[in-house]
């Protein structure tokens, strides 16, 4: 059973810093591109980052450009997003997945999705 567990979401304000987690089970980690999405309500689901299996390359949706980072821990299952800069516009629920390495750079067709960790950003 695959499972994505999202951790590290919460409130700040504008200006702020917040580091997303996500802990996979039941996959081969190792083999999978990661990435980040996000929705906030009323719009439609976003790319936020991307990485390959290897960690060698990484996308970013425009609005996240040098702000974000991604990163992953093969050894341990784990993605990591740290934000900084927030914005009140980041203010989404922000979803884990996994997908095959050609939906690194589309940031479409991902296979497996976390439950989600609401990120609050207030001005």
């Known amino acids: 059973q695959v499972q994505l567990v999202e951790s590290g979401g919460g409130s700040v304000q504008a200006g702020g810093s917040l580091r997303l987690s996500c802990e996979a089970s039941?996959?081969?980690?190792?083999?999978?591109?990661m990435g980040w999405f996000r929705q906030a309500p009323g719009k439609e689901r976003e790319g936020v980052a991307t990485?390959?299996?290897?960690?060698?390359?990484?996308y970013y949706g425009d609005s996240v450009k040098g702000r974000f980072t991604i990163s992953r821990d093969n050894p341990k299952n784990t993605l990591y997003l740290q934000m900084n800069s927030l914005k009140p516009e980041d203010t989404a629920m922000y979803y884990c997945?996994?997908?095959?390495?050609?939906?690194?750079?589309?940031?479409?067709?991902?296979?497996?999705w976390g439950k989600g960790t609401l990120v609050t950003i207030s001005s």
């Open positions: 997945a996994a997908g095959g390495y050609s939906d690194c750079q589309s940031m479409n067709g991902m296979d497996y």
């Open positions: 039941g996959i081969t980690y190792r083999n999978y591109c």
């Open positions: 990485i390959t299996p290897g960690g060698t390359l990484s």
